[in-house]
């Protein structure tokens, strides 16, 4: 299997994305086709050997072959032709804004172009951190109580400790958390940099998280679950190095019972609205009560550490990618219209 990997993006988790396709290269056992988006939305097509940071923070990326996105797939310019970029299945690496709103997922597929990732509705619903909370109730999943907030609002009702979330956006960007009344503007002016609208939820201490990624081919794949080891959240340089990960984590000590329910709400939220994507849910259990923390359509680096086998991973998922239903368009109303009027 020819694998794409399409990284990058205008987000405010672009270096995230860079990051997530270096570790990628390490972990893939065929070296795929690197394509980078970069902030003004232009596509790049990068050789294998030049991926590094350094590559993208000095601009040094623009001397690189530039690619158009065309019905079917990329191509690039030879002389006087277009010559298509020659892959089986795309990867869609792009965190946050660009990847994970449902602008790519909108492009890929009008455009023709296999892919693993998170579709539109997906992409949109797991998006919105709002959106989220009304899907996973949907499903049957417990979440935490919450409240939304408008730039210029500073009228929390949640009791402290409570944590300050901007609404879209993923890697704990702009995210604090608020004991005392002294802390409250500052966290949401923090928040409100990167959004107009921030998600309030409890803060609860000691809190047991569990992280379990997958996805569906014949039948659901499961990762290791994952118990992170943190202080109180991973803040943004945490994720930065989370997602740079390649080395396989410790699975967490969890009995049979709560493995099989977390396995369980885990299916609720995939099926069918992730078919083709390989994501990472993040779960609270509070008094033996399973609570959906977040969705992570594009988990860093595909949360690779989690698996066994990864690569065994995504070449099933790549066998089974949804595909689009094919609408004829013959114009037979047209002509009855035209006729009916004498045309």
């Given amino acids: ?147 939304v907030l408008h730039r210029g609002s500073y009228d929390v009702k949640t009791p402290y400790p409570y944590i300050v979330k901007p609404l879209r956006l993923g890697s704990s960007i702009g995210v604090s958390i608020v004991r005392e009344e002294k802390e409250r503007d500052y966290a949401l002016d923090v928040a409100y940099e990167f959004d107009d609208a921030v998600l309030i939820e409890p803060f609860i201490e000691g809190v047991k998280e569990y992280n379990l990624a997958g996805c569906k081919a014949d039948d659901f794949i499961f990762s290791i679950i994952e ?51 390989l994501i990472r849910c993040d779960f609270f259990v509070i008094d033996d009560r399973i609570y959906l923390n977040e969705i992570n359509p594009i988990p860093g680096s595909y949360a690779n550490y989690l698996f066994e086998d990864f690569n065994a991973v995504i070449s099933a998922l790549a066998k089974h990618l949804p595909k689009e239903a094919k609408i004829p368009v013959e114009y037979h109303y047209i002509h009855s219209i035209q006729q009916a009027k004498g045309k």
């Fill in 1 to 147: 299997m020819n694998f794409a990997i399409l990284f990058g993006g205008m987000s405010y988790e672009h270096e995230i994305s860079i990051v997530s396709a270096i570790a990628l290269k390490k972990v893939l056992h065929s070296t795929p086709i690197f394509i980078f988006c970069d902030a003004q939305r232009e596509f790049y097509l990068i050789p294998a050997e030049k991926m590094r940071a350094k590559l993208f923070s000095s601009g040094a990326y623009r001397k690189e072959t530039k690619l158009e996105l065309k019905q079917g797939g990329f191509y690039r310019r030879v002389l006087m032709k277009e010559k298509p970029v020659h892959f089986d299945v795309l990867i869609n690496l792009i965190h946050g804004g660009d990847g994970e709103d449902g602008k790519m997922a909108s492009l890929l597929t009008f455009f023709s172009i296999p892919f693993i990732g998170p579709r539109l509705e997906a992409s949109v619903l797991s998006f919105n951190k709002l959106f989220t909370k009304w899907y996973a109730a949907s499903c049957g999943v417990e979440v935490l109580e919450y409240e």
């Fill in 227 to 277: 118990e992170p080891q943190k202080e109180q959240f991973l803040d943004f340089e945490k994720k930065y190095l989370d997602f740079s990960r390649t080395d396989r984590v410790q699975e967490a000590s969890v009995d049979t019972a709560l493995q099989k329910a977390l396995h369980e709400a885990f299916k609720r939220i995939y099926e069918p609205l992730f078919a083709g994507a």
